[in-house]
């Protein structure tokens, strides 16, 4: 069975940092681009961060540039999702998607599997 699985999640200051990962099980990542995905209560799905397949391509949205860095470790058939200087609007549950017909490069649509994602809340 084909399964993406987020962890990493949880409660933080504003200021913190958290690492998110995403495995996958049943399938080699080292053939996906992987994106990042997140949506906060109320509000719709929005793109944080895509990696194409070798990793040498990455975008951010514009909201998490300079404190969001994704990357990944195809050894271990794994995403990371560095966040940085937490701010509360950071405040969402994040989910972590596969694309498999993008052969190089990575983008916000056309994903194939996604996970069930992890919350992470930003308070004091």
């Known amino acids: 069975q084909l399964q993406l699985v987020e962890s990493g999640g949880g409660l933080v200051q504003p200021g913190g940092s958290l690492r998110l990962s995403c495995a996958a099980s049943?399938?080699?990542?080292?053939?996906?681009?992987i994106g990042w995905f997140r949506q906060a209560p109320g509000k719709e799905r929005e793109a944080v961060s895509c990696i194409s397949r070798r990793g040498d391509t990455t975008n951010y949205a514009d909201s998490v540039k300079g404190r969001f860095t994704i990357s990944r470790d195809n050894a271990k058939n794994t995403v990371y999702l560095q966040m940085n200087s937490l701010k509360p609007e950071d405040t969402a549950v994040y989910y972590c998607?596969?694309?498999?017909?993008?052969?190089?490069?990575?983008?916000?649509?056309?994903?194939?599997?996604w996970g069930r994602g992890t919350l992470v809340t930003v308070s004091s």
């Open positions: 049943g399938f080699t990542l080292d053939y996906y681009a």
């Open positions: 998607a596969a694309d498999r017909r993008l052969l190089t490069g990575c983008r916000f649509s056309g994903m194939d599997y």
